[in-house]
């Protein structure tokens, strides 16, 4: 069982930045994604960013953007903190949401974004408003 608690959420006006945290309770050792997502009443839930870690498994760790904030947002870990950080710039209206952070082992390498990848722990998320 992972606990995933998010912070850092608020109200931005447009322009603004904010930097979200996520504090795990563990990190898995090898081959598991770590994510932001958000989500608006009434609309689909939207992955934001991603990294993967191979760790044992291949060494690897890449990062993910969704298109939509790409040049925008900066996802990054911190493993001795067991944090998940997401520092947004230039911020919009559009990207008032819940923001939560999620995180599922992967067996092998994946991309992080795909849509037919199934998140198992998932934060109770983090509130971001902005105005125009």
């Known amino acids: 069982q992972v606990q995933l608690v998010e912070s850092g959420g608020g109200s931005v006006q447009a322009g603004g930045s904010l930097r979200l945290s996520c504090v795990a309770s563990t990190f898995f050792g090898s081959s598991y994604c770590l994510a932001w997502f958000r989500q608006t009443p009434g609309k689909e839930r939207e992955a934001v960013a991603a990294?993967?870690?191979?760790?044992?498994?291949?060494?690897?760790?890449?990062?993910y953007y969704a298109a939509s904030v790409k040049e925008r947002v900066t996802i990054s870990r911190d493993n001795a903190k067991k944090t998940l950080s997401l520092q947004m710039v230039n911020l919009k209206p559009e990207d008032a949401a819940m923001y939560y952070c999620?995180?599922?082992?992967?067996?092998?390498?994946?991309?992080?974004?795909?849509?037919?990848?199934?998140?198992?722990?998932w934060g109770q998320g983090t509130q971001v408003t902005v105005s125009s």
């Open positions: 990294i993967y870690t191979g760790g044992e498994l291949d060494g690897d760790e890449v990062t």
């Open positions: 999620a995180t599922t082992y992967t067996f092998s390498r994946a991309n992080c974004l795909e849509p037919q990848l199934k998140y198992t722990f």
